[in-house]
Protein backbone atom coordinates (compact mmCIF):
# COMPACT_ATOMS: atom_id res chain seq x y z
CA UNK A 1 0.00 0.00 0.00
CA UNK A 2 1.53 3.42 -0.80
CA UNK A 3 -1.40 5.82 -0.83
CA UNK A 4 -4.47 6.18 1.22
CA UNK A 5 -7.61 5.34 -0.41
CA UNK A 6 -9.09 8.39 0.90
CA UNK A 7 -7.20 11.44 0.32
CA UNK A 8 -4.34 10.46 -1.70
CA UNK A 9 -1.66 10.63 0.72
CA UNK A 10 1.53 8.45 1.26
CA UNK A 11 1.98 9.29 4.99
CA UNK A 12 1.07 5.64 5.58
CA UNK A 13 2.12 4.20 9.52
CA UNK A 14 2.36 0.76 10.74
CA UNK A 15 -0.41 -0.17 13.66
CA UNK A 16 -0.51 -3.75 13.37
CA UNK A 17 1.05 -6.71 11.34
CA UNK A 18 -1.28 -9.92 11.58
CA UNK A 19 0.43 -11.72 9.24
CA UNK A 20 -0.81 -13.73 6.41
CA UNK A 21 -4.02 -15.21 6.24
CA UNK A 22 -6.51 -16.94 4.06
CA UNK A 23 -10.02 -14.04 3.46
CA UNK A 24 -11.85 -14.76 6.94
CA UNK A 25 -15.06 -16.02 5.30
CA UNK A 26 -13.43 -18.71 2.63
CA UNK A 27 -14.64 -21.63 4.52
CA UNK A 28 -13.12 -24.89 3.05
CA UNK A 29 -15.13 -28.13 1.92
CA UNK A 30 -13.82 -31.31 2.86
CA UNK A 31 -13.04 -32.41 -0.93
CA UNK A 32 -10.51 -29.35 -1.00
CA UNK A 33 -8.44 -29.87 1.72
CA UNK A 34 -5.53 -31.25 -0.30
CA UNK A 35 -5.87 -27.75 -2.51
CA UNK A 36 -3.66 -24.81 -2.26
CA UNK A 37 -5.07 -22.33 -0.16
CA UNK A 38 -4.17 -18.17 -1.11
CA UNK A 39 -3.63 -16.34 1.63
CA UNK A 40 -2.76 -11.98 2.03
CA UNK A 41 -0.90 -9.81 4.35
CA UNK A 42 -2.88 -8.32 6.68
CA UNK A 43 -1.22 -4.89 8.24
CA UNK A 44 -3.18 -2.21 9.14
CA UNK A 45 -2.18 1.09 8.74
CA UNK A 46 -3.11 4.44 9.79
CA UNK A 47 -3.06 7.93 6.89
CA UNK A 48 -1.25 10.55 9.10
CA UNK A 49 -3.11 13.40 7.01
CA UNK A 50 -6.88 12.12 7.34
CA UNK A 51 -6.33 9.39 10.20
CA UNK A 52 -8.02 7.00 8.14
CA UNK A 53 -7.03 3.24 9.44
CA UNK A 54 -6.77 0.62 6.42
CA UNK A 55 -5.68 -2.61 5.40
CA UNK A 56 -4.51 -2.77 1.27
CA UNK A 57 -6.99 -3.86 -1.27
CA UNK A 58 -5.63 -7.53 -1.79
CA UNK A 59 -8.83 -9.21 -2.56
CA UNK A 60 -11.88 -7.69 -4.81
CA UNK A 61 -15.54 -7.54 -3.08
CA UNK A 62 -16.08 -9.92 -6.05
CA UNK A 63 -14.26 -12.41 -4.15
CA UNK A 64 -15.74 -12.38 -1.18
CA UNK A 65 -19.83 -11.56 -1.34
CA UNK A 66 -20.40 -13.49 -4.76
CA UNK A 67 -21.26 -16.13 -2.38
CA UNK A 68 -21.79 -15.40 1.21
CA UNK A 69 -21.30 -17.19 4.07
CA UNK A 70 -22.68 -15.13 6.74
CA UNK A 71 -26.81 -14.53 7.30
CA UNK A 72 -27.33 -12.18 9.61
CA UNK A 73 -30.84 -13.87 10.39
CA UNK A 74 -28.88 -16.38 12.67
CA UNK A 75 -28.45 -13.70 15.18
CA UNK A 76 -31.22 -13.48 17.24
CA UNK A 77 -29.74 -10.19 18.99
CA UNK A 78 -29.21 -9.12 15.92
CA UNK A 79 -32.61 -9.29 14.61
CA UNK A 80 -33.75 -7.64 17.43
CA UNK A 81 -31.52 -5.03 17.03
CA UNK A 82 -32.53 -3.98 13.99
CA UNK A 83 -36.11 -4.48 14.58
CA UNK A 84 -35.34 -1.21 17.07
CA UNK A 85 -33.93 0.28 14.68
CA UNK A 86 -36.73 0.76 12.08
CA UNK A 87 -38.76 1.38 14.88
CA UNK A 88 -36.98 4.67 15.76
CA UNK A 89 -36.20 5.28 12.67
CA UNK A 90 -39.40 5.49 11.55
CA UNK A 91 -40.32 7.52 14.48
CA UNK A 92 -37.34 10.14 13.66
CA UNK A 93 -38.35 10.44 10.35
CA UNK A 94 -42.12 9.79 9.99
CA UNK A 95 -41.63 7.02 7.45
CA UNK A 96 -44.85 5.59 6.44
CA UNK A 97 -46.38 4.65 3.52
CA UNK A 98 -45.64 6.69 1.03
CA UNK A 99 -41.73 6.31 2.11
CA UNK A 100 -38.83 4.57 0.10
CA UNK A 101 -36.29 3.37 2.32
CA UNK A 102 -33.74 0.84 0.59
CA UNK A 103 -30.78 -1.09 2.05
CA UNK A 104 -27.41 -1.40 1.09
CA UNK A 105 -26.35 -4.87 1.40
CA UNK A 106 -29.16 -5.88 2.69
CA UNK A 107 -27.78 -9.72 3.06
CA UNK A 108 -30.59 -12.36 3.83
CA UNK A 109 -33.76 -9.23 4.68
CA UNK A 110 -33.15 -9.05 8.65
CA UNK A 111 -33.54 -5.57 8.76
CA UNK A 112 -35.78 -4.74 5.82
CA UNK A 113 -38.69 -7.22 6.95
CA UNK A 114 -39.50 -4.92 10.11
CA UNK A 115 -39.73 -1.90 7.11
CA UNK A 116 -42.39 -4.39 5.29
CA UNK A 117 -44.25 -5.10 8.31
CA UNK A 118 -44.50 -1.26 8.89
CA UNK A 119 -46.30 -1.31 5.35
CA UNK A 120 -43.28 0.99 3.85
CA UNK A 121 -42.22 0.22 0.26
CA UNK A 122 -38.79 -0.76 0.37
CA UNK A 123 -35.85 -2.19 -1.51
CA UNK A 124 -32.48 -4.52 -0.97
CA UNK A 125 -29.35 -3.73 -2.69
CA UNK A 126 -27.39 -7.55 -1.90
CA UNK A 127 -24.00 -8.41 -3.79
CA UNK A 128 -24.23 -11.94 -2.57
CA UNK A 129 -26.33 -13.61 -5.00
CA UNK A 130 -26.90 -16.63 -2.40
CA UNK A 131 -27.82 -14.71 0.21
CA UNK A 132 -30.38 -12.11 -1.53
CA UNK A 133 -32.21 -15.18 -3.21
CA UNK A 134 -33.03 -16.29 0.54
CA UNK A 135 -33.88 -12.91 0.95
CA UNK A 136 -36.48 -13.10 -1.91
CA UNK A 137 -37.95 -16.22 -0.81
CA UNK A 138 -38.07 -14.22 2.58
CA UNK A 139 -40.30 -11.81 0.44
CA UNK A 140 -38.16 -8.85 1.05
CA UNK A 141 -37.43 -7.18 -2.59
CA UNK A 142 -33.91 -7.21 -3.33
CA UNK A 143 -32.05 -6.21 -6.09
CA UNK A 144 -28.19 -8.72 -6.62
CA UNK A 145 -25.55 -5.78 -7.11
CA UNK A 146 -22.69 -3.58 -5.58
CA UNK A 147 -23.54 -0.62 -5.12
CA UNK A 148 -21.77 2.46 -7.67
CA UNK A 149 -22.69 5.57 -8.79
CA UNK A 150 -24.01 3.85 -11.43
CA UNK A 151 -26.32 1.40 -9.71
CA UNK A 152 -27.31 4.31 -7.79
CA UNK A 153 -28.66 6.67 -10.24
CA UNK A 154 -29.89 3.37 -11.65
CA UNK A 155 -32.00 2.29 -8.57
CA UNK A 156 -33.34 6.12 -8.23
CA UNK A 157 -34.58 6.42 -11.66
CA UNK A 158 -36.69 3.01 -11.51
CA UNK A 159 -38.16 3.46 -8.27
CA UNK A 160 -37.67 7.13 -7.10
CA UNK A 161 -35.53 8.75 -4.91
CA UNK A 162 -35.23 7.25 -0.58
CA UNK A 163 -36.33 9.16 2.22
CA UNK A 164 -33.44 6.53 3.82
CA UNK A 165 -31.08 4.98 3.12
CA UNK A 166 -28.92 2.30 5.47
CA UNK A 167 -26.08 1.27 5.35
CA UNK A 168 -25.02 -0.97 8.20
CA UNK A 169 -22.27 -2.96 8.38
CA UNK A 170 -21.26 -2.25 4.70
CA UNK A 171 -18.78 1.29 5.31
CA UNK A 172 -15.72 -0.77 6.22
CA UNK A 173 -16.02 -3.35 3.66
CA UNK A 174 -15.28 -1.65 0.13
CA UNK A 175 -12.15 -0.29 -1.20
CA UNK A 176 -13.84 2.30 -3.04
CA UNK A 177 -15.39 4.73 -0.38
CA UNK A 178 -15.22 7.64 -2.53
CA UNK A 179 -17.43 5.59 -5.11
CA UNK A 180 -19.54 4.09 -2.59
CA UNK A 181 -20.37 7.24 -0.97
CA UNK A 182 -21.45 8.68 -4.60
CA UNK A 183 -23.12 5.54 -4.62
CA UNK A 184 -25.48 6.49 -1.34
CA UNK A 185 -25.82 10.13 -2.01
CA UNK A 186 -27.34 8.71 -5.49
CA UNK A 187 -29.83 7.05 -3.68
CA UNK A 188 -31.04 9.40 -1.17
CA UNK A 189 -33.13 11.89 -1.47
CA UNK A 190 -32.27 15.77 -1.61
CA UNK A 191 -33.61 16.17 1.87
CA UNK A 192 -33.34 12.31 3.16
CA UNK A 193 -31.28 10.70 5.37
CA UNK A 194 -28.50 7.79 5.05
CA UNK A 195 -27.79 6.00 8.04
CA UNK A 196 -24.55 4.02 8.39
CA UNK A 197 -23.97 1.53 11.08
CA UNK A 198 -19.52 0.58 11.36
CA UNK A 199 -17.34 -0.67 14.14
CA UNK A 200 -15.71 2.31 16.17
CA UNK A 201 -11.86 2.36 15.94
CA UNK A 202 -11.81 3.70 19.32
CA UNK A 203 -13.42 0.82 20.69
CA UNK A 204 -11.29 -1.39 18.61
CA UNK A 205 -7.85 0.18 19.58
CA UNK A 206 -9.15 0.18 23.13
CA UNK A 207 -10.65 -3.27 23.74
CA UNK A 208 -8.37 -5.20 21.64
CA UNK A 209 -10.96 -5.94 18.88
CA UNK A 210 -7.61 -6.97 16.72
CA UNK A 211 -9.90 -10.20 15.63
CA UNK A 212 -12.38 -7.65 13.76
CA UNK A 213 -9.45 -6.83 11.35
CA UNK A 214 -9.61 -8.82 7.92
CA UNK A 215 -9.44 -8.76 4.21
CA UNK A 216 -13.33 -7.84 3.97
CA UNK A 217 -13.10 -5.31 5.67
CA UNK A 218 -10.71 -2.15 4.02
CA UNK A 219 -10.67 0.63 6.49
CA UNK A 220 -11.94 1.53 10.10
CA UNK A 221 -13.56 4.48 11.12
CA UNK A 222 -13.30 7.19 13.77
CA UNK A 223 -15.88 9.84 13.61
CA UNK A 224 -13.20 11.68 12.53
CA UNK A 225 -12.14 10.24 9.01
CA UNK A 226 -15.90 9.18 8.56
CA UNK A 227 -16.69 12.69 8.38
CA UNK A 228 -13.92 12.95 5.73
CA UNK A 229 -15.26 10.23 3.97
CA UNK A 230 -18.67 11.11 3.50
CA UNK A 231 -17.61 14.60 2.62
CA UNK A 232 -16.48 12.62 -0.53
CA UNK A 233 -19.99 12.06 -1.76
CA UNK A 234 -21.30 15.24 -0.92
CA UNK A 235 -22.84 14.07 2.39
CA UNK A 236 -22.51 15.58 5.86
CA UNK A 237 -22.61 14.26 9.46
CA UNK A 238 -25.14 15.70 11.39
CA UNK A 239 -25.44 13.01 14.33
CA UNK A 240 -24.21 10.68 15.66
CA UNK A 241 -24.58 7.68 18.08
CA UNK A 242 -22.28 5.22 19.92
CA UNK A 243 -24.04 1.58 19.88
CA UNK A 244 -22.47 -1.56 21.86
CA UNK A 245 -22.63 -4.16 18.53
CA UNK A 246 -19.77 -5.18 17.25
CA UNK A 247 -18.05 -4.77 20.88
CA UNK A 248 -18.69 -0.73 19.88
CA UNK A 249 -20.40 0.89 16.76
CA UNK A 250 -21.02 4.19 15.06
CA UNK A 251 -24.33 4.93 13.90
CA UNK A 252 -23.96 7.64 11.17
CA UNK A 253 -26.71 10.22 10.89
CA UNK A 254 -26.19 11.93 7.49
CA UNK A 255 -27.49 14.11 5.20
CA UNK A 256 -27.07 15.50 1.66
CA UNK A 257 -25.08 19.14 2.29
CA UNK A 258 -27.12 21.39 1.16
CA UNK A 259 -29.99 19.46 4.01
CA UNK A 260 -27.64 18.85 6.12
CA UNK A 261 -27.47 21.99 8.73
CA UNK A 262 -25.34 22.64 11.42
CA UNK A 263 -24.14 19.32 13.23
CA UNK A 264 -25.74 17.95 16.62
CA UNK A 265 -23.85 17.97 20.01
CA UNK A 266 -23.19 14.15 20.18
CA UNK A 267 -20.31 14.44 16.91
CA UNK A 268 -18.44 17.45 19.24
CA UNK A 269 -18.83 14.83 22.13
CA UNK A 270 -17.06 11.72 19.84
CA UNK A 271 -14.44 13.92 18.12
CA UNK A 272 -13.25 15.33 21.67
CA UNK A 273 -13.30 11.61 22.68
CA UNK A 274 -10.97 10.52 19.86
CA UNK A 275 -8.52 13.45 20.55
CA UNK A 276 -8.80 12.75 24.18
CA UNK A 277 -7.62 9.02 23.01
CA UNK A 278 -4.64 10.15 20.75
CA UNK A 279 -6.41 8.88 17.75
CA UNK A 280 -5.72 11.87 15.95
CA UNK A 281 -1.75 11.45 16.61
CA UNK A 282 0.72 8.51 16.39
CA UNK A 283 0.50 7.94 19.98
CA UNK A 284 -3.08 6.84 20.38
CA UNK A 285 -1.70 3.66 18.02
CA UNK A 286 1.75 3.26 18.98
CA UNK A 287 1.05 0.39 21.75
CA UNK A 288 -2.13 -1.76 20.19
CA UNK A 289 0.45 -4.49 18.77
CA UNK A 290 2.34 -4.92 21.96
CA UNK A 291 -1.41 -5.77 23.64
CA UNK A 292 -2.57 -7.84 20.52
CA UNK A 293 0.62 -9.80 21.36
CA UNK A 294 -0.47 -10.38 24.78
CA UNK A 295 -4.16 -11.45 23.87
CA UNK A 296 -2.44 -14.14 21.76
CA UNK A 297 -0.11 -15.21 24.44
CA UNK A 298 -2.93 -15.36 27.01
CA UNK A 299 -4.58 -17.88 24.61
CA UNK A 300 -2.18 -19.88 23.36
CA UNK A 301 -1.14 -20.62 26.98
CA UNK A 302 -4.17 -21.50 28.39
CA UNK A 303 -4.87 -23.96 25.36
CA UNK A 304 -1.87 -25.55 25.63
CA UNK A 305 -1.73 -25.71 29.39
CA UNK A 306 -5.56 -27.54 29.38
CA UNK A 307 -4.14 -30.32 26.51
CA UNK A 308 -1.30 -30.80 28.89
CA UNK A 309 -3.90 -31.86 31.80
CA UNK A 310 -6.03 -33.56 29.48
CA UNK A 311 -9.18 -31.07 29.34
CA UNK A 312 -10.80 -30.45 26.33
CA UNK A 313 -11.53 -27.32 24.60
CA UNK A 314 -14.25 -27.09 21.39
CA UNK A 315 -14.85 -23.93 20.01
CA UNK A 316 -18.32 -21.76 19.72
CA UNK A 317 -19.32 -20.10 16.53
CA UNK A 318 -17.01 -19.53 13.33
CA UNK A 319 -17.67 -15.94 12.76
CA UNK A 320 -15.14 -13.81 10.19
CA UNK A 321 -13.52 -12.44 13.20
CA UNK A 322 -12.68 -16.11 15.01
CA UNK A 323 -10.68 -17.02 11.83
CA UNK A 324 -8.37 -13.63 12.34
CA UNK A 325 -7.88 -14.99 15.78
CA UNK A 326 -7.36 -18.15 14.65
CA UNK A 327 -4.90 -17.89 12.33
CA UNK A 328 -2.62 -15.34 14.05
CA UNK A 329 -2.63 -17.34 17.13
CA UNK A 330 -1.39 -20.56 14.74
CA UNK A 331 -4.62 -22.68 16.48
CA UNK A 332 -5.02 -25.90 15.12
CA UNK A 333 -7.30 -29.18 15.66
CA UNK A 334 -4.81 -30.46 17.88
CA UNK A 335 -5.41 -27.80 20.50
CA UNK A 336 -9.20 -26.56 19.13
CA UNK A 337 -10.86 -29.98 17.70
CA UNK A 338 -13.91 -28.40 16.21
CA UNK A 339 -16.11 -25.38 16.54
CA UNK A 340 -19.68 -25.27 15.69
CA UNK A 341 -22.19 -22.69 14.40
CA UNK A 342 -25.89 -22.04 14.00
CA UNK A 343 -25.68 -21.67 10.35
CA UNK A 344 -25.66 -24.89 8.18
CA UNK A 345 -24.35 -23.28 5.71
CA UNK A 346 -21.19 -24.02 7.37
CA UNK A 347 -22.00 -27.88 8.51
CA UNK A 348 -19.28 -29.90 7.30
CA UNK A 349 -16.46 -27.16 6.44
CA UNK A 350 -13.58 -25.66 7.79
CA UNK A 351 -12.52 -23.01 9.51
CA UNK A 352 -9.88 -21.16 6.32
CA UNK A 353 -6.28 -21.54 6.77
CA UNK A 354 -6.67 -23.56 10.04
CA UNK A 355 -8.22 -26.45 8.76
CA UNK A 356 -10.68 -27.27 12.33
CA UNK A 357 -14.14 -28.63 11.44
CA UNK A 358 -17.31 -26.69 11.62
CA UNK A 359 -20.39 -29.03 13.20
CA UNK A 360 -23.50 -28.26 14.42
CA UNK A 361 -24.42 -26.51 17.94
CA UNK A 362 -25.46 -29.87 19.54
CA UNK A 363 -22.26 -31.56 19.04
CA UNK A 364 -21.15 -30.38 22.46
CA UNK A 365 -24.16 -31.23 24.36
CA UNK A 366 -23.27 -34.42 23.49
CA UNK A 367 -19.46 -34.41 24.17
CA UNK A 368 -19.51 -32.28 27.09
CA UNK A 369 -15.97 -30.43 26.58
CA UNK A 370 -14.60 -28.76 30.00
CA UNK A 371 -14.25 -25.31 28.23
CA UNK A 372 -16.47 -23.72 25.21
CA UNK A 373 -14.25 -20.94 23.41
CA UNK A 374 -16.46 -18.12 22.35
CA UNK A 375 -15.24 -16.91 18.58
CA UNK A 376 -17.85 -14.24 18.54
CA UNK A 377 -17.07 -12.48 21.57
CA UNK A 378 -19.26 -9.56 20.60
CA UNK A 379 -22.25 -11.48 21.64
CA UNK A 380 -21.20 -12.26 24.82
CA UNK A 381 -24.76 -11.99 26.98
CA UNK A 382 -26.76 -13.75 23.89
CA UNK A 383 -23.91 -16.26 24.08
CA UNK A 384 -23.70 -16.88 27.78
CA UNK A 385 -27.49 -17.13 27.76
CA UNK A 386 -27.65 -19.70 24.85
CA UNK A 387 -24.63 -22.00 26.65
CA UNK A 388 -26.17 -21.78 29.97
CA UNK A 389 -26.72 -25.81 29.23
CA UNK A 390 -22.81 -25.97 30.03
CA UNK A 391 -22.65 -25.80 33.70
CA UNK A 392 -25.04 -29.30 33.77
CA UNK A 393 -21.29 -31.23 33.51
CA UNK A 394 -19.52 -28.11 35.14
CA UNK A 395 -18.23 -26.63 31.75
CA UNK A 396 -16.73 -23.21 31.35
CA UNK A 397 -16.71 -20.27 28.60
CA UNK A 398 -13.55 -18.56 27.53
CA UNK A 399 -13.88 -15.35 26.10
CA UNK A 400 -10.47 -14.22 24.44
CA UNK A 401 -10.91 -10.72 24.31
CA UNK A 402 -10.48 -7.78 25.63
CA UNK A 403 -8.52 -10.16 27.43
CA UNK A 404 -8.62 -13.57 28.02
CA UNK A 405 -11.61 -14.65 30.51
CA UNK A 406 -12.86 -18.22 32.15
CA UNK A 407 -16.17 -17.88 33.04
CA UNK A 408 -19.02 -20.11 35.02
CA UNK A 409 -22.01 -20.40 33.94
CA UNK A 410 -25.19 -20.51 35.80
CA UNK A 411 -28.74 -21.58 34.44
Same mark, same amino acid.
Given at each position: ?13 S ?21 PE????L ?18 P ?18 E ?9 ? @????? +?????? $? &?????? %??? #? *? ?7 R ?9 VG ?31 L ?31 I ?20 H???Y ?6 ? @????? +?L???? $? &?????? %??? #? *????R??E ?10 D ?9 L ?5 Y ?9 V????L ?42 N ?7 T ?10 D ?22 E???Y ?22
Amino acid at each position: MTRCRLCGSTALESVVDLGATPPCESFLAAEHLDAPEPAYPLHLRVCTDCWLAQIPPLITPEETFSEYAYFSSYSSSWVEHARVFVEDAA @ARLGL +GEDSFV $V &EVASND %GYL #L *RHVLDRGVRCLGVEPSVNVGAAAREAGVPTLTAFLSPETGAAVRAEHGPADLVVANNVYAHIPDVIGFTQGLRALVADDGWVSIEVQHLLTLIEENQYDTIYHEHFQYYTVASAIR @ALASG +GLALVD $V &ELLPTH %GGS #L *RLWARPEEAAGEPGPRVADVLAREKAAGLQELSGYTEFSARVAKVRRDLLRFLVDAAERGETVVGYGAPGKGNTLLNHCGIRPDLLPYTVDRNPYKHGRYTPGTRIPILPPDRIAADRPDYVLVLPWNLRAELTEQLAYVHEWGGRLVFPIPELSIVEVER
